[in-house]
């Protein structure tokens, strides 16, 4: 027998023990890691599950939607303020946007009367959108009257 080879093979078989020993403990290392993947994925799922249920505040919802709120809506003159306060409008703006004198707005804010349906459903629209999406839309306005 030769030393040489002997030596050789304990060598390599020591080696190839602690390689396993190795590759067993990451294998280990790797199913953990693969399972936290899952535990991830689920929550992103169920995340994105939730995102869906909520509504998007940047949507501004459909006429057919508006028409239907607007059938049942009463408007307090309550809200009209407040809805032009977070917008930041004088009642004359208020009433250019809804395409109604600035005397009518007044007698809505002032409670002496109330808007009628084609008023309800631009008021509702404004209602439902942010201050993103009405900057959007006044700007359209603007646009829209400077043509004329």
Do not use: C
């Not at 050789?8 to 953990?32: M, V």
């Not at 009209?80 to 409008?89: A, E, I």
């Not at 459903?121 to 306005?141: G, H, M, P, S």
């Amino acid at each position: 027998m030769d030393i040489k080879k002997v030596l050789q093979d304990e060598i390599s078989r020591l080696a190839r023990k602690e390689f396993k020993t190795l590759i067993a403990s990451y294998e280990e290392k790797l199913k953990a890691q693969n399972k936290k993947i899952d535990e991830l994925k689920k929550q992103l799922a169920d995340l994105d599950r939730k995102k869906t249920d909520k509504p998007d505040p940047y949507k501004v919802p459909s006429e057919k939607e508006l028409n239907a709120k607007a059938q049942e809506a009463t408007i307090k003159p309550e809200q009209l303020k407040r809805l032009r306060q977070k917008f930041k409008l004088t009642q004359v703006q208020a009433a250019h946007l809804l395409d109604v004198s600035g005397q009518a707005y007044y007698s809505w804010e002032a409670g002496k009367s109330a808007p009628r349906f084609n008023s309800k459903v631009q008021i509702l629209k404004l209602l439902e959108i942010n201050k993103r999406t009405f900057k959007k839309l006044y700007q359209a306005k603007l646009d829209e009257l400077d043509a004329k």
